[in-house]
């Protein structure tokens, strides 16, 4: 495989830098606990190979050239991510949380990825810049695939591992809303970097 070194390294830089998922998913871990968002981990992975896919088929292209489409699901995504800040600055001190509070699900893990500017353009940046087999297009883009997801698994487990870092301060009632608060500031606010980066 040719290059695959420089893909590693621009992947774990591309899905690695804070946005969207990364930082909804630290904040779900801290604000819930690891184990109560594996599900929401095993989703914004699925969701990201769907993104992956239809990245490497050209669909989403073809998709936003229909006029009028565009603007819908910019507008969608956004209330989406409105949603979801929403519950993370809301999420309960997890001392409380026994019964309570409802930790992002697998489905939202895969929406998140599905509505994620920062996904779509990481993955079209990544799928056209590099070349890991050279006399076959789909032998090449599944091994795009294949290495992404470990790196895009190896990188999302770190942020969650960060949140669970972070739960001890989840249990004073302060300053888990504080910080619960800047985690919701900080997803809306990178959703809006990538949309303008995008």
Known sequence: MEGLS????????????????TLSLTA????FGPRRV???FTGLLAGMVLVMAIVATGLVGLVLAIPGVSPVVVGAAALYFVYLAWQIAMA???GDTAGQGHPPTFVAGVMLSMVNPKG??????LFSSFVLVRDSLAIDALSKTAVLVIVIAAVNLAWMLAGAVLSRFFRD????????????????VSVALAVRAA
Do not use: D, E, K, Q
């Open 6 to 21: 420089g893909f590693i390294l621009a992947a774990i830089a591309l899905a690695g830098s804070p946005g969207p998922n």
């Open 28 to 31: 779900a871990s801290a604000a």
């Open 38 to 40: 594996l599900g929401y």
């Open 92 to 94: 309960p001190p997890l």
């Open 120 to 125: 779509y353009a990481a993955m079209a940046a």
């Open 173 to 188: 009632p302060r300053t888990n809303r504080i910080v619960n608060v800047t985690f919701a500031i900080l997803l809306l």
